[in-house]
């Protein structure tokens, strides 16, 4: 038996019917029609998003050279937990830092997250909205990963999180600023491709001590509590300007330190004590020196002395007497034993 091989382009049999597909919007039910149609028919649901993606904020994280292992965990986890975000190599130090609008462009990117290693000690964080700006330059401090950290908390890849900001955000303008930096740099786009369409944690900015305190945390649904995720870090606000990497000063912050004064007043605060301590030992030797010539002669050595009568003075104008001198003085005891024998 030869079965019908249908060509290319051909047609098929001409008895059968080729079945047809039907979208049923809003979970309605299809139109009635004969049985032999509904048999031929496979019916598939609508989709579940009816939205488009128009939100195309990328962003790009990646850092200088010089970086430590923390440094470099900190940036995955922030690629981690931004579905929208970048990866690039590292930026050669000598390069100026108008070279990261140019990466920017070329990785198709508004938004940008650049990590500065300085003296492999010192880490800044820059974000600017690439190419025109504005950009601030942050202090970044008590850095601690997702991996160090070992929290209980936990939420979906790729979920869209809340922004929660602290009351003085909008108090004052710098401030005001920044938030809007960060909620165009950090909240994910709705309806992107690499997103859930889910939200299960919040991303908390903090201002206390002049810094601003980045936390993570997992929404619980039962009693909509808070279980910290990571990571966790802290930036110290330094300056913003108004284009990106560069361009006049906006603001600069005068309650800022920089590490390196920090590190000499920790210096100078210890050569501090240390010059107090010779002069504390200095001191004590001093004071047993003075103690020693005082118990050389003792002042209660006088306390009980009477005055004795004074004796005149004589004076011999002649020579004393010599004195008789008995010879044999023992003889008349020598006889008496000899008589007693």
Not at 62 to 89: E, W
Request: proline content about 7%; some cysteine; charged content about 30%.
């Amino acid at each position: 038996m030869s079965t019908h091989k249908r060509k290319r382009g051909g047609q098929g049999p001409i008895g059968k019917k080729a079945k047809k597909v039907k979208i049923v919007a809003d979970g309605g039910e299809p139109p009635s029609e004969t049985e032999q149609e509904k048999k031929n028919e496979i019916t598939v649901p609508a989709p579940v998003s009816q939205g488009k993606w128009t939100n195309k904020e990328r962003v790009l994280i990646f850092s200088s050279r010089g970086i430590n292992f923390r440094t470099r965990h900190l940036m995955q986890d922030l690629r981690t937990l931004m579905p929208h975000a970048k990866a690039d190599t590292k930026m050669d130090r000598k390069d100026k830092l108008f070279v990261v609008n140019e990466v920017c462009e070329i990785k198709n990117c508004n938004k940008c997250l650049f990590f500065e290693a300085k003296k492999k000690q010192d880490l800044y964080m820059w974000i600017s909205n690439s190419p025109h700006g504005p950009s601030a330059k942050f202090l970044v401090q008590n850095i601690h990963t997702l991996a160090e950290l070992k929290m209980t908390g936990n939420c979906l890849k790729g979920s869209r999180p809340l922004l929660s900001f602290d009351p003085k955000f909008d108090k004052e303008p710098h401030y005001a600023l920044l938030k809007e930096l960060f909620i165009q740099t950090f909240s994910t786009p709705r309806y992107h491709p690499k997103s859930q369409p889910f939200v299960d944690h919040v991303i908390t900015f903090s201002i206390a001590d002049n810094r601003i305190w980045f936390r993570n945390y997992q929404i619980i649904e039962e009693d909509a509590s808070l279980v910290e995720i990571g990571p966790r870090f802290v930036l110290n606000l330094i300056k913003i300007f108004q284009g990106s990497f560069g361009g006049p000063t906006l603001f600069e912050n005068p309650f800022f330190q920089s590490p390196n004064m920090h590190r000499r007043e920790i210096r100078l605060a210890a050569a501090a004590r240390v010059r107090e301590k010779q002069m504390v030992k200095e001191m004590q030797k001093m004071k047993r020196n003075e103690a020693k010539e005082d118990l050389d002669r003792d002042v209660t050595a006088d306390v009980f002395l009477t005055p004795a009568e004074e004796n005149p003075v004589h004076i011999e104008t002649e020579p004393p007497q010599p004195k008789m001198v008995k010879k044999n003085k023992h003889k008349a005891f020598k006889r008496q034993r000899m008589a007693r024998r």
